[in-house]
């Protein structure tokens, strides 16, 4: 089965711009989706289908894809996106879905 | 509005079964397919199973194949996931979420259940 490998920390300044990333072989098929999810919450889906926003997710998140690579960029980050973001897809090897590792984001 | 609401909190001894149902609300149930996730404590999410309620068909994770049974009753728009012979690796928060697919190459959940916390200990 595929993998999808995402750094485990990233810290952003207040109102600075950052990207997190994930990658596998899978994201050479299939796009990607991302979700936040604060402590003691279910998961929030942030961005699907490559880069569409969800009803009421800010405009400040936003979704791209290359090669075996998708990220996932915050641009301004605010306090309130501190939180653990997940990447999802299907699996290109089997017949399942993987998540990747999980990101915890730090804003300073 | 679209809604997915799991049942509550388990306690289970190593070696038992649990059954967490997943009931759905505001959208026609046969049209998306329902997967479900897991979390142990301070780790990462991962996928455990996915579901069509129309017909009933099945994927399962390597991991939960031959141990995680999915199954729905459209009568009540609920999906169930039974785990058996429990071991305390599977203390957990289960999760239940709808499906959304386009064109084949993009798959995403929206929305999640708040998660049934499942505890394994003698």
């Known amino acids: 089965s595929s993998e999808l490998t995402q750094d485990p920390a990233v810290s952003v300044a207040l109102g600075q711009t950052v990207r997190i990333t994930c990658q596998g072989d899978?994201?050479?098929?299939?796009?990607a989706s991302w979700y936040q999810q604060k402590p003691g919450q279910a998961p929030l889906l942030v961005i699907y289908d490559k880069n569409s926003r969800p009803s009421g997710i800010p405009d400040r998140f936003s979704g791209s894809s290359s090669g075996n690579t998708a990220s996932l960029t915050i641009t301004g980050a605010q306090a309130g996106d501190e939180a653990d973001y997940y990447c999802?897809?299907?699996?290109?090897?089997?017949?399942?879905?993987?998540f990747g590792g999980g990101t915890k984001l730090t804003v300073l | 509005q679209v809604q997915l609401v799991q049942s509550g909190a388990e306690v289970k001894k190593p070696g038992a079964s649990v059954k967490v149902s997943c009931r759905a609300s505001?959208?026609?149930?046969?049209?998306?397919?329902i997967h479900w996730v897991r979390q142990a404590p301070g780790q990462g999410l991962e996928w455990v199973g996915i579901i069509n309620p129309d017909g009933g068909i099945t994927i399962y994770g390597q991991r939960f194949q031959g141990r995680v049974m999915l199954t729905a009753d459209t009568s009540t728009s609920t999906v169930y996931m039974e785990v058996s012979s429990l071991r305390s690796e599977d203390t957990a928060v289960y999760y239940c979420a709808r499906d959304h697919s386009r064109d084949g190459v993009t798959w995403w959940f929206d929305p999640w259940g708040l998660g049934t916390l499942v505890t394994v200990s003698s």
């Open positions: 505001g959208y026609s149930f046969i049209r998306n397919w």
């Open positions: 899978s994201l050479r098929m299939y796009y």
């Open positions: 999802f897809c299907r699996d290109s090897s089997v017949n399942q879905w993987v």
